[in-house]
């Protein structure tokens, strides 16, 4: 098995063990999420490589990051979090590089994600319906223009943006090189009404 059927298959049994968890049968799943039936199934036996767009759809459809499909098991989570054992993923679509950052044991309290985009890439996510989390994205090098429900933010190095994952999403890297950015998720603040 090669790293990636293992990553697809590592992803499938963690999709599966937190619908699971969650008591969604698939065709539940399928309906919170939007992804078919047959698509949930073949992802949960990691008989196909998922795109990150597919990823934050079932995300979205268990209330979850994505950063929650990468954390290792509870009974294996440290407070540190080596990077030579932080999960890779690359997205089969854009090719965007994905490393979780964070240990497990900081899962719930802020998700760190180091993300490589490569030249040319456009990375869209369509809005996560709850809006659980508040995303910031701190641009490390390279070029990207973030946009959100369609307003455009070119970033430069150093910049920094907050937004909440309530509307779609767009990661463009319009430059020559790999853009390499860190995404830190958080729960959302809860507001009083």
Not at 119 to 145: I, K
Not at 168 to 182: D, I, Q, W
Request: overall charge negative; some cysteine; hydrophobic content about 45%.
């Amino acid at each position: 098995m090669d790293a990636t059927e293992t990553i697809d298959a590592e992803l499938g049994a963690r999709i599966k063990a937190l619908r699971g968890q969650m008591r969604l049968t698939i065709d539940q799943l399928a309906v919170a999420s939007g992804v078919s039936r047959a698509m949930i199934s073949r992802i949960e036996r990691g008989e196909s490589s998922a795109t990150a767009q597919l990823l934050n759809r079932l995300c979205a459809g268990l209330g979850v990051s994505l950063s929650t499909l990468f954390a290792p098991p509870a009974p294996t989570a440290s407070p540190l979090a080596r990077r030579a054992g932080q999960p890779l993923w690359r997205d089969p679509g854009s090719g965007y590089l994905r490393r979780s950052v964070s240990p497990a044991t900081a899962s719930g309290i802020v998700d760190l994600v180091e993300v490589e985009l490569p030249a040319g890439a456009l990375l869209p996510f369509e809005s996560q319906a709850s809006a659980a989390f508040d995303q910031l994205v701190f641009l490390q090098r390279g070029a990207l223009t973030m946009t959100v429900d369609e307003q455009a933010f070119p970033l430069e190095p150093g910049d920094c943006l907050h937004m909440q994952l309530d509307k779609p999403l767009m990661f463009h890297n319009p430059g020559s090189e790999p853009a390499h950015y860190f995404v830190i998720l958080v729960p959302a603040r809860q507001v009083p009404r």
